[in-house]
Protein backbone atom coordinates (compact mmCIF):
# COMPACT_ATOMS: atom_id res chain seq x y z
CA UNK A 1 0.00 0.00 0.00
CA UNK A 2 1.04 3.56 -0.71
CA UNK A 3 2.19 5.36 2.42
CA UNK A 4 3.15 8.70 1.93
CA UNK A 5 -0.17 10.18 3.10
CA UNK A 6 0.26 8.72 6.48
CA UNK A 7 2.97 10.33 7.10
CA UNK A 8 1.99 13.32 5.55
CA UNK A 9 -0.66 12.83 8.27
CA UNK A 10 1.70 12.77 11.10
CA UNK A 11 3.82 15.42 10.25
CA UNK A 12 0.49 17.80 9.73
CA UNK A 13 -0.61 16.56 13.57
CA UNK A 14 2.55 17.53 14.99
CA UNK A 15 2.70 20.89 13.66
CA UNK A 16 -0.89 22.12 13.18
CA UNK A 17 -2.67 23.97 16.58
CA UNK A 18 -6.22 22.82 16.91
CA UNK A 19 -7.99 25.50 15.03
CA UNK A 20 -6.50 23.98 11.77
CA UNK A 21 -8.30 20.57 12.08
CA UNK A 22 -10.41 20.92 9.18
CA UNK A 23 -7.30 20.84 7.26
CA UNK A 24 -6.38 17.08 8.79
CA UNK A 25 -9.44 16.25 8.51
CA UNK A 26 -9.46 16.88 4.58
CA UNK A 27 -6.51 14.35 4.57
CA UNK A 28 -8.02 11.69 6.78
CA UNK A 29 -10.53 11.45 3.64
CA UNK A 30 -8.08 11.15 0.87
CA UNK A 31 -7.77 7.77 -0.18
CA UNK A 32 -5.36 5.57 -0.60
CA UNK A 33 -4.99 3.85 -3.29
CA UNK A 34 -2.70 0.00 -3.73
CA UNK A 35 -0.19 -0.50 -6.02
CA UNK A 36 -0.99 -0.92 -9.40
CA UNK A 37 -0.14 -4.72 -10.37
CA UNK A 38 -0.01 -6.73 -13.68
CA UNK A 39 -1.27 -10.04 -11.46
CA UNK A 40 -0.69 -12.97 -14.00
CA UNK A 41 -0.87 -11.40 -17.21
CA UNK A 42 1.89 -9.89 -19.33
CA UNK A 43 0.96 -6.46 -20.96
CA UNK A 44 4.57 -6.03 -23.04
CA UNK A 45 3.04 -6.79 -26.28
CA UNK A 46 -0.54 -5.98 -26.50
CA UNK A 47 -2.12 -6.69 -29.79
CA UNK A 48 -5.91 -6.47 -30.30
CA UNK A 49 -8.27 -7.78 -33.20
CA UNK A 50 -11.72 -7.66 -34.12
CA UNK A 51 -13.72 -5.71 -36.33
CA UNK A 52 -15.30 -1.95 -36.50
CA UNK A 53 -15.56 -1.30 -32.68
CA UNK A 54 -11.55 -2.26 -32.21
CA UNK A 55 -10.85 -0.09 -35.41
CA UNK A 56 -12.44 2.81 -33.38
CA UNK A 57 -15.36 3.48 -35.94
CA UNK A 58 -17.31 6.13 -35.02
CA UNK A 59 -20.00 8.38 -36.62
CA UNK A 60 -20.44 6.50 -39.65
CA UNK A 61 -16.38 6.61 -40.44
CA UNK A 62 -12.80 6.08 -38.91
CA UNK A 63 -10.96 9.19 -39.05
CA UNK A 64 -7.71 9.66 -36.58
CA UNK A 65 -9.70 11.20 -33.81
CA UNK A 66 -11.91 8.36 -33.78
CA UNK A 67 -8.99 5.83 -33.52
CA UNK A 68 -6.59 7.58 -31.16
CA UNK A 69 -9.91 6.71 -28.89
CA UNK A 70 -10.14 3.66 -29.75
CA UNK A 71 -10.49 0.73 -26.81
CA UNK A 72 -7.62 -0.61 -27.55
CA UNK A 73 -5.55 2.84 -27.44
CA UNK A 74 -7.08 3.52 -24.53
CA UNK A 75 -6.42 0.32 -22.87
CA UNK A 76 -2.86 0.52 -23.94
CA UNK A 77 -2.75 4.13 -22.11
CA UNK A 78 -3.69 2.21 -18.63
CA UNK A 79 -1.04 -1.14 -19.82
CA UNK A 80 1.36 1.57 -20.24
CA UNK A 81 1.56 2.11 -16.41
CA UNK A 82 2.87 -1.55 -15.62
CA UNK A 83 4.65 -2.16 -18.80
CA UNK A 84 2.72 -1.94 -21.62
CA UNK A 85 4.26 -0.62 -24.58
CA UNK A 86 2.81 2.12 -27.18
CA UNK A 87 -0.02 0.65 -29.50
CA UNK A 88 0.42 1.10 -33.79
CA UNK A 89 -2.52 1.81 -35.67
CA UNK A 90 -3.10 2.13 -39.41
CA UNK A 91 -3.79 5.88 -39.01
CA UNK A 92 -5.87 7.04 -41.54
CA UNK A 93 -5.27 10.56 -43.55
CA UNK A 94 -7.36 12.97 -41.97
CA UNK A 95 -10.56 13.66 -39.90
CA UNK A 96 -12.34 14.29 -42.94
CA UNK A 97 -13.03 10.14 -42.69
CA UNK A 98 -14.09 7.64 -45.87
CA UNK A 99 -11.84 6.28 -48.65
CA UNK A 100 -10.60 6.46 -52.29
CA UNK A 101 -10.08 3.64 -53.89
CA UNK A 102 -7.78 4.92 -57.48
CA UNK A 103 -9.25 8.81 -56.60
CA UNK A 104 -12.56 7.75 -56.38
CA UNK A 105 -14.46 7.99 -53.31
CA UNK A 106 -15.72 4.45 -52.09
CA UNK A 107 -16.89 5.43 -48.14
CA UNK A 108 -18.49 8.76 -47.40
CA UNK A 109 -16.93 11.28 -44.73
CA UNK A 110 -18.06 10.93 -41.16
CA UNK A 111 -21.47 12.47 -39.77
CA UNK A 112 -21.39 15.34 -37.61
CA UNK A 113 -24.67 16.86 -35.96
CA UNK A 114 -25.95 20.23 -37.55
CA UNK A 115 -28.32 21.06 -34.63
CA UNK A 116 -31.27 19.00 -36.30
CA UNK A 117 -29.74 15.53 -37.18
CA UNK A 118 -27.08 13.92 -38.36
CA UNK A 119 -25.33 15.47 -41.47
CA UNK A 120 -22.27 13.83 -43.73
CA UNK A 121 -19.24 16.10 -43.16
CA UNK A 122 -18.67 18.00 -46.30
CA UNK A 123 -15.15 17.78 -47.67
CA UNK A 124 -13.57 14.58 -49.82
CA UNK A 125 -11.46 12.12 -48.52
CA UNK A 126 -7.47 12.03 -48.67
CA UNK A 127 -6.87 8.36 -47.43
CA UNK A 128 -6.56 6.44 -50.35
CA UNK A 129 -6.46 2.50 -50.05
CA UNK A 130 -3.82 1.92 -52.63
CA UNK A 131 -1.17 4.26 -50.65
CA UNK A 132 -0.35 0.45 -48.77
CA UNK A 133 0.74 1.01 -45.32
CA UNK A 134 1.96 -2.09 -44.46
CA UNK A 135 2.08 -3.31 -40.63
CA UNK A 136 2.76 -4.39 -38.17
CA UNK A 137 0.30 -2.76 -35.97
CA UNK A 138 -1.27 -3.95 -32.67
CA UNK A 139 -4.65 -2.65 -33.07
CA UNK A 140 -6.03 -5.18 -36.02
CA UNK A 141 -9.36 -3.76 -36.13
CA UNK A 142 -10.88 -3.62 -39.27
CA UNK A 143 -14.08 -2.18 -39.97
CA UNK A 144 -16.63 -5.00 -41.28
CA UNK A 145 -14.62 -7.91 -40.84
CA UNK A 146 -16.99 -11.03 -40.05
CA UNK A 147 -15.64 -14.36 -38.15
CA UNK A 148 -14.56 -15.53 -41.10
CA UNK A 149 -12.53 -13.15 -42.78
CA UNK A 150 -10.14 -13.18 -39.79
CA UNK A 151 -8.85 -16.36 -41.65
CA UNK A 152 -8.93 -15.61 -44.70
CA UNK A 153 -5.88 -15.25 -46.95
CA UNK A 154 -5.96 -12.12 -49.78
CA UNK A 155 -8.94 -10.52 -47.68
CA UNK A 156 -6.39 -7.51 -48.45
CA UNK A 157 -5.78 -7.53 -51.43
CA UNK A 158 -5.93 -4.52 -52.99
CA UNK A 159 -7.37 -5.87 -56.63
CA UNK A 160 -10.16 -7.33 -54.80
CA UNK A 161 -11.78 -4.53 -53.54
CA UNK A 162 -13.25 -3.01 -56.51
CA UNK A 163 -15.54 -6.29 -57.41
CA UNK A 164 -16.14 -6.62 -53.31
CA UNK A 165 -13.60 -9.58 -52.56
CA UNK A 166 -11.77 -7.64 -50.20
CA UNK A 167 -11.52 -5.35 -47.51
CA UNK A 168 -10.27 -2.09 -48.32
CA UNK A 169 -9.60 -0.86 -44.38
CA UNK A 170 -7.66 -3.70 -44.57
CA UNK A 171 -5.94 -3.78 -47.84
CA UNK A 172 -4.38 -0.56 -46.89
CA UNK A 173 -2.68 -2.38 -43.95
CA UNK A 174 -2.13 -5.87 -44.93
CA UNK A 175 1.54 -7.27 -44.54
CA UNK A 176 0.99 -8.69 -48.31
CA UNK A 177 -2.00 -9.22 -50.87
CA UNK A 178 -2.27 -12.74 -49.54
CA UNK A 179 -1.66 -12.48 -45.70
CA UNK A 180 -5.08 -12.68 -43.33
CA UNK A 181 -5.66 -10.57 -40.53
CA UNK A 182 -4.67 -13.83 -37.97
CA UNK A 183 -1.42 -14.40 -39.46
CA UNK A 184 -0.64 -10.60 -39.32
CA UNK A 185 -1.51 -10.61 -35.52
CA UNK A 186 0.00 -13.45 -34.51
CA UNK A 187 3.13 -13.18 -36.58
CA UNK A 188 3.60 -10.01 -33.67
CA UNK A 189 3.73 -12.99 -31.01
CA UNK A 190 1.37 -10.91 -28.54
CA UNK A 191 1.52 -11.51 -24.80
CA UNK A 192 -1.46 -10.60 -24.46
CA UNK A 193 -4.94 -9.67 -27.06
CA UNK A 194 -8.35 -8.75 -26.86
CA UNK A 195 -10.95 -10.11 -29.56
CA UNK A 196 -13.82 -7.70 -29.60
CA UNK A 197 -17.16 -8.15 -31.33
CA UNK A 198 -16.17 -11.41 -32.80
CA UNK A 199 -19.98 -12.40 -34.74
CA UNK A 200 -21.23 -9.00 -34.40
CA UNK A 201 -21.17 -8.44 -38.28
CA UNK A 202 -22.15 -12.30 -38.78
CA UNK A 203 -25.42 -10.75 -37.41
CA UNK A 204 -25.32 -6.71 -38.72
CA UNK A 205 -25.22 -6.75 -42.04
CA UNK A 206 -28.37 -8.93 -42.32
CA UNK A 207 -29.80 -6.85 -39.79
CA UNK A 208 -28.90 -3.31 -41.14
CA UNK A 209 -30.15 -4.60 -44.46
CA UNK A 210 -33.57 -5.44 -43.31
CA UNK A 211 -32.77 -8.75 -43.61
CA UNK A 212 -32.89 -8.07 -47.75
CA UNK A 213 -29.18 -8.47 -48.19
CA UNK A 214 -28.47 -5.71 -50.27
CA UNK A 215 -26.34 -2.43 -49.27
CA UNK A 216 -29.28 0.43 -49.61
CA UNK A 217 -26.73 2.79 -50.60
CA UNK A 218 -24.81 0.83 -52.95
CA UNK A 219 -21.56 1.85 -51.44
CA UNK A 220 -18.71 -0.35 -49.22
CA UNK A 221 -20.39 -0.66 -46.19
CA UNK A 222 -18.85 -1.60 -43.03
CA UNK A 223 -21.93 -3.02 -41.08
CA UNK A 224 -22.55 -5.39 -44.17
CA UNK A 225 -19.38 -5.84 -46.00
CA UNK A 226 -19.83 -8.74 -48.76
CA UNK A 227 -22.63 -11.13 -48.38
CA UNK A 228 -24.94 -9.85 -45.76
CA UNK A 229 -26.44 -13.47 -44.85
CA UNK A 230 -26.22 -14.59 -41.19
CA UNK A 231 -23.01 -16.84 -40.51
CA UNK A 232 -23.78 -20.54 -39.49
CA UNK A 233 -23.10 -20.97 -36.01
CA UNK A 234 -21.12 -24.14 -36.51
CA UNK A 235 -18.94 -22.19 -39.23
CA UNK A 236 -18.50 -19.33 -36.24
CA UNK A 237 -17.45 -22.62 -33.65
CA UNK A 238 -15.15 -23.39 -35.58
CA UNK A 239 -13.46 -19.97 -36.63
CA UNK A 240 -13.40 -18.96 -33.31
CA UNK A 241 -11.74 -22.12 -32.37
CA UNK A 242 -8.93 -20.94 -34.92
CA UNK A 243 -8.41 -17.78 -33.95
CA UNK A 244 -8.21 -18.32 -30.00
CA UNK A 245 -5.98 -21.24 -30.52
CA UNK A 246 -3.68 -19.10 -33.04
CA UNK A 247 -3.49 -16.96 -30.40
CA UNK A 248 -2.70 -18.08 -27.23
CA UNK A 249 -0.12 -21.04 -29.04
CA UNK A 250 3.03 -19.29 -26.99
CA UNK A 251 1.09 -18.97 -23.92
CA UNK A 252 -0.63 -15.61 -24.01
CA UNK A 253 -3.53 -14.60 -22.60
CA UNK A 254 -6.23 -12.34 -23.48
CA UNK A 255 -10.04 -11.19 -22.87
CA UNK A 256 -12.73 -11.50 -25.43
CA UNK A 257 -16.28 -10.16 -25.92
CA UNK A 258 -19.85 -11.33 -26.75
CA UNK A 259 -21.97 -10.43 -29.46
CA UNK A 260 -24.70 -7.55 -28.17
CA UNK A 261 -27.97 -8.03 -29.72
CA UNK A 262 -27.50 -5.79 -32.39
CA UNK A 263 -31.54 -4.57 -32.46
CA UNK A 264 -31.16 -2.72 -28.86
CA UNK A 265 -28.98 -0.21 -31.50
CA UNK A 266 -30.42 3.12 -32.27
CA UNK A 267 -30.24 1.83 -35.73
CA UNK A 268 -33.04 -0.30 -34.74
CA UNK A 269 -34.65 2.24 -32.02
CA UNK A 270 -35.11 5.72 -33.31
CA UNK A 271 -37.69 5.82 -36.02
CA UNK A 272 -41.20 4.36 -34.75
CA UNK A 273 -43.30 2.06 -36.48
CA UNK A 274 -46.09 4.55 -36.24
CA UNK A 275 -44.32 7.52 -37.95
CA UNK A 276 -47.52 8.41 -40.12
CA UNK A 277 -49.53 11.36 -38.88
CA UNK A 278 -52.87 11.86 -40.68
CA UNK A 279 -56.20 13.94 -40.45
CA UNK A 280 -59.32 12.54 -40.74
CA UNK A 281 -59.72 13.41 -44.53
CA UNK A 282 -56.21 11.81 -45.49
CA UNK A 283 -57.26 8.87 -43.59
CA UNK A 284 -60.76 8.43 -45.18
CA UNK A 285 -59.09 8.56 -48.77
CA UNK A 286 -56.10 5.71 -47.80
CA UNK A 287 -58.89 3.66 -46.71
CA UNK A 288 -60.58 3.79 -49.73
CA UNK A 289 -57.35 3.57 -51.46
CA UNK A 290 -57.41 -0.16 -49.61
CA UNK A 291 -60.48 -1.08 -49.94
CA UNK A 292 -60.35 -3.48 -52.85
CA UNK A 293 -57.11 -4.87 -51.08
CA UNK A 294 -58.75 -5.65 -47.65
CA UNK A 295 -61.51 -6.73 -49.84
CA UNK A 296 -59.37 -9.59 -51.38
CA UNK A 297 -58.47 -10.87 -48.01
CA UNK A 298 -61.65 -11.27 -47.15
CA UNK A 299 -62.00 -13.31 -49.82
CA UNK A 300 -59.22 -15.53 -49.64
CA UNK A 301 -60.13 -15.86 -46.36
CA UNK A 302 -63.33 -17.33 -47.04
CA UNK A 303 -61.66 -19.17 -49.92
CA UNK A 304 -59.37 -21.19 -47.35
CA UNK A 305 -56.29 -19.60 -48.35
CA UNK A 306 -55.12 -17.74 -45.49
CA UNK A 307 -56.94 -17.99 -41.66
CA UNK A 308 -59.34 -15.31 -40.00
CA UNK A 309 -55.59 -14.36 -38.38
CA UNK A 310 -53.57 -13.96 -40.75
CA UNK A 311 -56.59 -11.94 -42.58
CA UNK A 312 -56.86 -9.83 -39.52
CA UNK A 313 -53.16 -8.72 -39.37
CA UNK A 314 -52.84 -7.98 -42.96
CA UNK A 315 -55.69 -6.05 -43.17
CA UNK A 316 -54.68 -1.92 -44.08
CA UNK A 317 -56.93 0.59 -41.77
CA UNK A 318 -55.41 4.38 -41.15
CA UNK A 319 -57.22 7.03 -38.57
CA UNK A 320 -56.70 10.20 -37.43
CA UNK A 321 -54.08 10.58 -35.37
CA UNK A 322 -50.58 8.48 -35.51
CA UNK A 323 -50.51 5.33 -38.14
CA UNK A 324 -48.20 2.46 -38.56
CA UNK A 325 -46.35 2.40 -41.95
CA UNK A 326 -47.39 0.03 -44.42
CA UNK A 327 -44.47 -2.69 -45.89
CA UNK A 328 -44.06 -5.82 -48.05
CA UNK A 329 -43.59 -9.01 -45.68
CA UNK A 330 -42.31 -11.86 -47.41
CA UNK A 331 -42.77 -13.90 -45.02
CA UNK A 332 -46.93 -13.91 -45.59
CA UNK A 333 -48.60 -16.52 -47.27
CA UNK A 334 -47.76 -15.68 -51.28
CA UNK A 335 -51.77 -14.68 -51.94
CA UNK A 336 -50.12 -13.70 -55.68
CA UNK A 337 -52.02 -15.95 -57.49
CA UNK A 338 -55.15 -13.83 -56.56
CA UNK A 339 -53.77 -10.53 -57.84
CA UNK A 340 -53.10 -9.79 -53.96
CA UNK A 341 -49.72 -8.72 -52.87
CA UNK A 342 -48.07 -9.03 -49.13
CA UNK A 343 -49.09 -5.86 -47.63
CA UNK A 344 -49.69 -5.35 -44.27
CA UNK A 345 -48.92 -2.78 -41.26
CA UNK A 346 -46.42 -2.71 -38.71
CA UNK A 347 -46.51 -3.77 -35.31
CA UNK A 348 -44.15 -2.30 -32.51
CA UNK A 349 -41.98 -5.79 -33.35
CA UNK A 350 -40.83 -4.58 -36.81
CA UNK A 351 -37.79 -2.44 -36.82
CA UNK A 352 -37.29 0.52 -39.24
CA UNK A 353 -34.03 1.08 -39.75
CA UNK A 354 -32.31 4.71 -39.55
CA UNK A 355 -32.15 5.26 -43.07
CA UNK A 356 -35.51 5.08 -43.29
CA UNK A 357 -36.38 8.06 -41.30
CA UNK A 358 -35.49 10.24 -44.51
CA UNK A 359 -37.45 7.87 -47.14
CA UNK A 360 -41.07 7.58 -44.98
CA UNK A 361 -43.39 9.95 -46.12
CA UNK A 362 -41.72 10.78 -49.74
CA UNK A 363 -43.34 10.85 -52.76
CA UNK A 364 -43.00 8.17 -55.69
CA UNK A 365 -42.12 9.66 -59.28
CA UNK A 366 -43.53 13.24 -58.32
CA UNK A 367 -47.21 11.58 -58.01
CA UNK A 368 -48.62 12.51 -54.26
CA UNK A 369 -50.83 10.03 -54.25
CA UNK A 370 -47.90 7.44 -54.10
CA UNK A 371 -46.35 8.11 -50.52
CA UNK A 372 -43.72 5.64 -49.14
CA UNK A 373 -44.51 3.82 -46.09
CA UNK A 374 -48.60 4.74 -46.85
CA UNK A 375 -49.79 3.96 -49.90
CA UNK A 376 -46.53 2.64 -50.91
CA UNK A 377 -45.82 -0.19 -48.73
CA UNK A 378 -41.76 -0.12 -47.63
CA UNK A 379 -40.10 -2.88 -49.05
CA UNK A 380 -37.94 -5.40 -46.98
CA UNK A 381 -34.67 -3.57 -47.13
CA UNK A 382 -36.20 -0.22 -44.94
CA UNK A 383 -38.00 -2.86 -42.01
CA UNK A 384 -36.63 -5.59 -40.04
CA UNK A 385 -39.69 -7.75 -39.20
CA UNK A 386 -40.33 -10.08 -36.50
CA UNK A 387 -39.30 -13.05 -37.89
CA UNK A 388 -35.69 -11.73 -38.94
CA UNK A 389 -35.14 -9.81 -35.19
CA UNK A 390 -35.94 -13.81 -34.50
CA UNK A 391 -33.20 -15.03 -37.00
CA UNK A 392 -30.34 -12.55 -35.32
CA UNK A 393 -31.34 -13.11 -31.66
CA UNK A 394 -31.21 -16.89 -32.11
CA UNK A 395 -27.78 -16.55 -34.22
CA UNK A 396 -26.50 -14.26 -31.56
CA UNK A 397 -27.45 -16.34 -28.58
CA UNK A 398 -26.01 -19.16 -30.56
CA UNK A 399 -22.46 -17.45 -31.17
CA UNK A 400 -23.03 -16.43 -27.24
CA UNK A 401 -22.61 -19.85 -26.06
CA UNK A 402 -19.96 -20.26 -27.91
CA UNK A 403 -18.01 -17.22 -27.07
CA UNK A 404 -18.52 -17.62 -23.31
CA UNK A 405 -17.67 -21.39 -23.09
CA UNK A 406 -14.25 -20.41 -24.95
CA UNK A 407 -13.49 -17.75 -22.38
CA UNK A 408 -14.14 -20.59 -19.78
CA UNK A 409 -11.96 -23.06 -21.33
CA UNK A 410 -8.81 -21.43 -22.90
CA UNK A 411 -8.93 -19.25 -19.02
CA UNK A 412 -9.56 -15.74 -21.01
CA UNK A 413 -11.17 -12.69 -19.41
CA UNK A 414 -14.67 -12.17 -20.57
CA UNK A 415 -16.23 -8.80 -21.30
CA UNK A 416 -20.41 -8.90 -21.36
CA UNK A 417 -20.92 -6.66 -24.13
CA UNK A 418 -24.70 -8.03 -24.68
CA UNK A 419 -25.18 -7.28 -21.00
CA UNK A 420 -24.02 -3.96 -21.03
CA UNK A 421 -26.24 -2.75 -24.06
CA UNK A 422 -29.30 -4.44 -23.18
CA UNK A 423 -28.71 -2.11 -19.53
CA UNK A 424 -28.03 1.05 -21.27
CA UNK A 425 -31.11 0.30 -23.54
CA UNK A 426 -33.55 0.56 -20.43
CA UNK A 427 -31.73 2.09 -17.03
CA UNK A 428 -28.89 3.43 -18.83
CA UNK A 429 -25.13 2.89 -17.29
CA UNK A 430 -23.47 4.85 -14.89
CA UNK A 431 -19.98 6.01 -16.30
CA UNK A 432 -18.56 8.56 -13.64
CA UNK A 433 -21.01 11.59 -13.44
CA UNK A 434 -22.79 10.90 -16.69
CA UNK A 435 -25.38 8.45 -17.12
CA UNK A 436 -25.26 7.27 -20.98
CA UNK A 437 -27.99 5.44 -22.74
CA UNK A 438 -28.71 4.18 -26.00
CA UNK A 439 -30.51 6.93 -27.22
CA UNK A 440 -29.10 8.60 -31.20
CA UNK A 441 -27.54 11.56 -30.49
CA UNK A 442 -27.79 12.79 -27.18
CA UNK A 443 -27.42 9.48 -24.99
CA UNK A 444 -23.72 9.53 -24.92
CA UNK A 445 -23.30 6.00 -25.77
CA UNK A 446 -23.74 5.05 -29.27
CA UNK A 447 -22.60 7.90 -32.40
CA UNK A 448 -24.24 9.28 -35.02
CA UNK A 449 -24.38 6.35 -37.00
CA UNK A 450 -26.62 4.77 -34.64
CA UNK A 451 -24.60 1.24 -34.09
CA UNK A 452 -20.70 2.15 -33.13
CA UNK A 453 -19.89 3.76 -29.88
CA UNK A 454 -18.72 7.47 -29.64
CA UNK A 455 -15.22 8.36 -27.68
CA UNK A 456 -16.74 7.91 -24.30
CA UNK A 457 -18.61 4.83 -25.04
CA UNK A 458 -15.12 3.57 -25.92
CA UNK A 459 -13.75 4.44 -22.84
CA UNK A 460 -16.02 2.77 -21.02
CA UNK A 461 -16.03 -0.45 -22.85
CA UNK A 462 -12.06 -0.50 -21.73
CA UNK A 463 -12.92 -0.06 -18.63
CA UNK A 464 -15.32 -2.83 -18.96
CA UNK A 465 -12.17 -5.09 -20.57
CA UNK A 466 -9.74 -4.07 -17.32
CA UNK A 467 -12.80 -5.24 -14.98
CA UNK A 468 -12.78 -8.41 -16.41
CA UNK A 469 -9.24 -8.61 -16.81
CA UNK A 470 -8.44 -8.01 -12.83
CA UNK A 471 -11.19 -10.41 -12.21
CA UNK A 472 -9.39 -13.22 -14.72
CA UNK A 473 -5.73 -12.39 -13.75
CA UNK A 474 -5.64 -10.42 -10.58
CA UNK A 475 -4.32 -7.40 -11.45
CA UNK A 476 -6.15 -4.29 -10.21
CA UNK A 477 -6.49 -1.99 -12.44
CA UNK A 478 -9.97 -0.63 -10.98
CA UNK A 479 -8.95 -0.23 -7.52
CA UNK A 480 -5.84 1.55 -8.47
CA UNK A 481 -7.88 3.63 -10.39
CA UNK A 482 -6.52 3.26 -13.40
CA UNK A 483 -9.23 3.85 -15.57
CA UNK A 484 -10.18 5.96 -18.21
CA UNK A 485 -12.11 8.92 -16.80
CA UNK A 486 -15.62 10.34 -18.48
CA UNK A 487 -14.57 13.54 -18.94
CA UNK A 488 -11.06 13.17 -21.14
CA UNK A 489 -13.45 11.73 -23.76
CA UNK A 490 -16.22 13.54 -26.26
CA UNK A 491 -19.50 12.23 -27.17
CA UNK A 492 -19.62 14.47 -30.33
CA UNK A 493 -16.88 15.87 -32.68
CA UNK A 494 -16.46 19.08 -33.92
CA UNK A 495 -17.04 19.57 -37.52
CA UNK A 496 -14.16 21.59 -37.93
CA UNK A 497 -11.68 19.27 -36.40
CA UNK A 498 -7.93 19.84 -37.95
Known sequence: MKTKYIWLLLILISLTACNEIEDVDRLEDMVVLPELTAGEADFSNYVSLGASFTAGFTDGALFIASQENSFPNILSQQFANIGGGSLTQPLMADNVGGLLFAGNQITNPRLFFNGAGPQVLPGIPTTEVTNIQPGPYNNMGVPGAKSFH????????????????ANPYYARM?????????????????????????????????????????????????????????????VFAGTLDAIVTTLTANGAKGAITSVPYVTNLPYFTTVPYNAVPLDAANAGGLNAAFAAYNGG????????????????????VFAEGQNAVTLVDEDLTNLGALGLPSYRQATANDLMVLPSSAFIGTVVGGDPTLINGVSVPLSDQWVLTANETQSV??????????????????????????????????????????????????????SLDGVHLTARGY????????????????????????????????????????
Not at 297 to 316: H, K, N, P, V, Y
Not at 462 to 482: H, M, Q, R, W
Open 393 to 446: INATDSYNVVIEGMAASSGLAFVDLKAILQEASTAGITFDDYTLNASLVFGGLV
Open 297 to 316: LLAAEAGGFISAEEREARTI
Open 459 to 498: AYMANKFLEAIDATYGSNFIAADVVAKADDYVVQYSPELP
Open 150 to 165: VLANGYGNPAGVPIGA
Open 174 to 234: ASSANASMLEDAAAQNPSFFTLSEIGGNDVLGFATSGGLGVDQAGNFDPSSYGSNDITDPL
